[in-house]
Antibody, heavy 123, light 107 residues
Framework: QVQLQESGPGLVRPSETLSLTCTVSGGSFSTNYWSWMRQSPGKGLEWIGHIFHSGSATYSPSLKSRVTISVDTTNNQFSLRLNSVTAADTAVYFC?????????????????WGRGILVTVSS | DIQMTQSPSSLSASVGDRVTITCRASQNINNYLNWYQQKPGKAPNLLIYAASILQSGVPSGFSGSGSGTEFTLTISSLQPEDLATYYCQQSYTSPWTFGQGTKVEFK
């Protein structure tokens, strides 16, 4: 059974870079998209971006200028970097699998999620 | 971006009640609509995709309907374990967007 686990610092200083890693275990890392999302009281659930196992990434336009998502297929990991953070970036960050019921389906969904990691931006 | 609006924002119901949550999209999304359940302190869990297809392992008491811009999630008989916040999410076009959530509480 596929499991995801986020890791990284829980506290980041304003103007610095938030860096998180998601480790995928128990299943295939290939043929899937891997996503980052965040949840804060003020903005609810927000999709940040996703990456295919090949390394092709797509980002939310609202965060695109500050976000980089990368993949490490050797270790079945993908990572998030968000630079120039402010207090507004304080949130629980989730990694998740963006998947579909089969290759031919047009319907995609977030079917497996990590437990989430709280990141606080504060000096 | 496609805006997703849920109503109500919260509701109180009793065990055994039929509960309906509505989700409206700011434009036509056909049936590209997913529903998630999030319990306190946990990650969201996929309930329904393609507006009406139950994800494997989800109890049959959950159902979804709708197309175009208006969708509903129905819990046929509310159970104690259904205490949670429910989110809709459109999968029609990127950026994928969520509703603000509907919190289900017990009377």
């Amino acid at each position: 059974q596929v499991q995801l686990q986020e890791s990284g610092p829980g506290l980041v200083r304003p103007s610095e870079t938030l860096s998180l890693t998601c480790t995928v275990s128990g299943g295939s890392f290939s043929t899937n998209y891997w996503s980052w999302m965040r949840q804060s009281p003020g903005k609810g659930l927000e999709w940040i971006g996703h990456i295919f196992h090949s390394g092709s990434a797509t980002y939310s336009p609202s965060l695109k200028s500050r976000v980089t998502i990368s993949v490490d297929t050797t270790n079945n990991q993908f990572s998030l970097r968000l630079n120039s953070v402010t207090a507004a970036d304080t949130a629980v960050y989730f990694c998740a699998r963006w998947s579909s019921v089969n290759r031919g389906s047009a319907h995609w969904y977030f079917d497996i999620w990590g437990r989430g990691i709280l990141v606080t931006v504060s000096s | 971006d496609i805006q997703m609006t849920q109503s109500p924002s919260s509701l109180s119901a009793s065990v055994g009640d039929r509960v309906t949550i509505t989700c409206r999209a700011s434009q036509n999304i056909n049936n590209y609509l997913n529903w998630y359940q999030q319990k306190p302190g946990k990650a969201p869990n996929l309930l329904i995709y393609a507006a009406s297809i139950l994800q494997s392992g989800v109890p049959s008491g959950f159902s979804g309907s709708g197309s175009g811009t208006e969708f509903t999630l129905t819990i046929s008989s509310l159970q104690p374990e259904d205490l949670a916040t429910y989110y809709c999410q459109q999968s029609y076009t990127s950026p994928w967007t969520f509703g603000q959530g509907t919190k289900v509480e017990f009377k």
